[in-house]
């Protein structure tokens, strides 16, 4: 059984900074992947970026060059830095991971983007 608790949501200005954060509890991940997704208010659920255990990521179109993934195995921590914020970043941020076949997912950290 694995259970993801993410934090470091908030209130930011357009172009500021938030850095999320996500630990596992319950199981070694360090050969899983590990991502985060965000929900909006009348959207759905969109991947935003994922990081294999090897290393490799990938990030959406939306966030390429704005966001940086990157994870911590030892701590079974993942992390996800935001600069340049734009009001569209604004949504519910959902730490992913998927192991011996089965999805988990935190309960979400919410990320407002507003003057």
């Known amino acids: 059984q694995v259970q993801l608790v993410e934090s470091g949501g908030g209130l930011v200005q357009p172009g500021g900074s938030l850095r999320l954060s996500c630990i596992a509890r319950?199981?070694?991940?360090?050969?899983?992947?590990m991502g985060w997704y965000r929900q909006a208010p009348g959207k759905q659920r969109e991947f935003v970026a994922r990081?294999?255990?090897?290393?490799?990521?990938t990030y959406a179109d939306s966030v390429q060059g704005r966001f940086t993934i990157s994870r911590d195995n030892g701590a079974n921590t993942v992390y996800l830095q935001m600069t340049s914020l734009k009001p569209e970043d604004t949504a519910v941020y959902y730490c992913?991971?998927?192991?011996?076949?089965?999805?988990?997912w935190g309960q979400g950290t919410q990320v407002t983007v507003s003057s």
């Open positions: 319950g199981s070694n991940l360090s050969s899983s992947p």
């Open positions: 992913n991971t998927i192991l011996d076949s089965v999805a988990y």
């Open positions: 990081k294999l255990s090897r290393g490799y990521t």
